[in-house]
């Protein structure tokens, strides 16, 4: 084992990948073996009235490794990447005072981007943001998209083409994520961090991983995730719960459809975000990538990295 004294340079171990391949697991065996703590990049498990659909780390795990940014906020309250970003660098700060490694893990694309680099100059829209947005504008219309604008972003509304749905609807895309006009992203460069970081992606067979998923999903049932959505259900408008696992089972309790297909759609569409978040990760050519059953091959490898960097 490396000996922690002889580490000279603060180094963050970011473990990613897609949801349901085990990140939870690795990130613990890690932070055990490290003697750290794990921070959440993990969106969804920021809400402290989300558990079963968010699969929040055991009372067990959490009692193992202190966690961070677990159920650390309400639903009701706005919360965007841009706010992650200075909260979760500050606790990594407090952190490297007393530890070295720290784990860092989750499969939000953009808050773990934000991390290692800062908000980029104009930011990948999530997927989930943008069906959300859509749906906003197909009920509402074009001139309830041009006022929204004209709220959030005065500048652009002065010089964007009033009649292109498309630029209008990517200005709200990019407000609704980080909290951010379009326009304030114009002059932005990639941040430079004070520690290291070492990338491990976790990924498997696909079929392998979509099994994996698809019985995932039938355990949060089994858990009571249905009562866990009939609880947030009087809140379902807030962007919050516009996610996966929650809003296929509003659709159940609206009688849109049938239990059974309300799992399904839930199975499916987790499986689509998986290979979105894939598509996004394999971009990243600093990702060291392993199955999640190499954990030591992955200790290792970190190890490795961190001898040779000092």
């Not at 970011?14 to 990049?41: M, N, R, W």
């Not at 990639?190 to 019985?215: A, C, H, P, T």
């Not at 929650?246 to 998986?274: H, M, P, V, W």
């Not at 394999?282 to 060291?288: A, F, G, T």
Request: glycine share 4%; with cysteine; net charge negative.
């Amino acid at each position: 084992m490396l000996n922690n004294q002889s580490i000279r340079m603060n180094t963050l171990i970011i473990v990613l990948g897609p949801t349901g391949v085990g990140k939870s697991d690795i990130s613990i065996q890690l932070a055990k073996h490290f003697h750290t703590e794990i921070i959440s990049a993990d969106s969804r498990q920021f809400f402290k009235e989300l558990s079963i659909g968010t699969a929040v780390p055991s009372s067990e795990d959490l009692e193992i490794v202190p966690h961070h940014f677990i159920q650390n906020k309400s639903i009701h309250n706005y919360y965007n990447v841009s706010e992650y970003e200075t909260e979760a660098l500050c606790l990594i700060n407090e952190l490297f005072a007393k530890l070295n490694p720290i784990v860092l893990t989750g499969g939000s694309m953009l808050y773990v981007d934000t991390i290692c680099n800062g908000i980029d100059d104009i930011p990948t829209v999530d997927p989930e943001i943008r069906d959300d947005v859509i749906r906003w504008y197909e009920q509402n219309g074009i001139e309830a998209l041009r006022q929204r604008l004209l709220e959030i972003d005065p500048e652009y509304y002065q010089i964007v083409d009033l009649n292109n749905p498309k630029r209008l609807l990517h200005a709200v895309e990019i407000h609704q994520m980080t909290g951010q006009p379009l326009t304030s992203f114009r002059k932005k460069t990639i941040k430079e961090r004070s520690f290291r970081m070492i990338k491990i992606g976790i990924n498997q067979d696909r079929k392998v991983l979509y099994e994996r998923i698809n019985q995932r999903v039938l355990k949060m049932m089994d858990a009571g995730l249905l009562e866990e959505a009939k609880t947030v259900c009087p809140y379902r408008m807030l962007n919050s719960l516009n996610t996966v696992g929650y809003k296929e089972l509003f659709s159940y309790l609206d009688g849109e459809c049938t239990l059974d297909e309300a799992i399904d759609l839930i199975q499916r569409n987790t499986r689509k975000y998986a290979r979105k978040q894939l598509t996004w990760f394999r971009r990243d050519q600093q990702i060291k990538w392993f199955e999640p059953e190499q954990i030591q091959e992955i200790i290792e490898f970190v190890e490795s990295e961190m001898s040779e960097n000092e």
